[in-house]
């Protein structure tokens, strides 16, 4: 029986899985084996999450804002007679650094009178977030890295999984970028379709972005902006970089759900 030499073996294994190349996230993944996924929401109460609406103490949930209804947390604005710039984020109760996260969302509903333009069918998921105890009770946005959710209009492109600084900068080639709002590449959704955000985060190194499985956005070093007043206040000894933070979910006046916030941490 012809027994193919050890080097032609080698080689054709390489060639197949070239010929199979899986994304690199895909593989990473397989690199986990065996590591769980830990739900931040559990699918009945908000145990374990703080929300800090603008003009309220931390804790207050104005109007029942963040609710969970049907095994959905919703971002709901049914006891708002006008949004009156009532910015909200519902804070994990603890911060992470090197992890993977899990977000399935979509929008529903129509916006809430007084909300901004730009707000349409927009919402958020804050990364690297300063400790929610250390914000203004009229402070719009904790010092943060956003990976803005958009859906579409029904007509125009709006990608999703964008990147905003509010009180801070990134690298991207090389490059500070010290603009506020970044696209991305991924698709434009419109309805009410139900969309998946994964976000890869290590530390102050590289950060992913995911829709759906596909890379649509990367940068690095992510860091505090000393231009920003509220910023300023979170430099210490000199040194602006992030290397974690808190996880929030926005309130910006449009109705928006998640059905499965979780997180896989990754080693250092």
């Not at 929401?41 to 969970?68: A, C, M, Q, S």
């Not at 947390?73 to 996260?101: E, I």
């Not at 069918?121 to 009770?137: A, C, F, L």
Request: net charge negative; proline share 6%.
């Amino acid at each position: 029986m012809f027994r193919m030499p050890p080097i032609l073996t080698l080689c054709c294994v390489l060639v197949l899985s070239i010929a199979g190349l899986r994304p690199i996230s895909a593989m990473a993944d397989d690199a986990r084996g065996g590591e769980q996924w830990e739900p931040l929401f559990n699918g009945k109460d908000l145990n374990g999450w703080i929300p800090k609406i603008r003009g309220y103490p931390l804790g207050e949930n104005f109007g029942d804002t963040f609710r969970v209804e049907d095994g959905v947390l919703k971002v709901a604005y049914d006891a708002y007679d006008t949004f009156d710039g009532r910015f909200g984020h519902l804070f994990y109760k603890q911060p992470y650094s090197h992890y993977r996260l899990r977000v399935e969302y979509r929008f529903t509903g129509e916006q809430v009178p007084g909300g901004p333009g730009w707000a349409f069918r927009n919402s958020g998921i804050m990364i690297h977030g300063q400790d929610p105890n250390t914000m203004g009770v009229n402070q719009d946005f904790p010092v943060s890295i956003e990976v803005q959710l958009l859906g579409g209009n029904g007509k125009d492109e709006r990608p999703t999984a964008n990147l905003c600084t509010p009180g801070t900068n990134v690298v991207m080639n090389d490059t500070l970028i010290t603009r506020h709002c970044t696209n991305s590449r991924s698709d434009t959704f419109h309805g009410n379709q139900w969309v998946t955000v994964e976000i890869e985060v290590w530390g102050n190194d590289i950060i992913q972005h995911f829709v759906n499985g596909t890379l649509v956005l990367e940068y690095e070093k992510p860091q505090l902006d000393e231009n920003d007043d509220d910023a300023k206040k979170l430099i210490k000894d000199g040194d602006k970089m992030l290397y974690g933070g808190s996880i929030s979910l926005q309130s910006e006046s449009h109705p928006v759900e998640f059905r499965k916030v979780e997180i896989l941490s990754l080693d250092k």
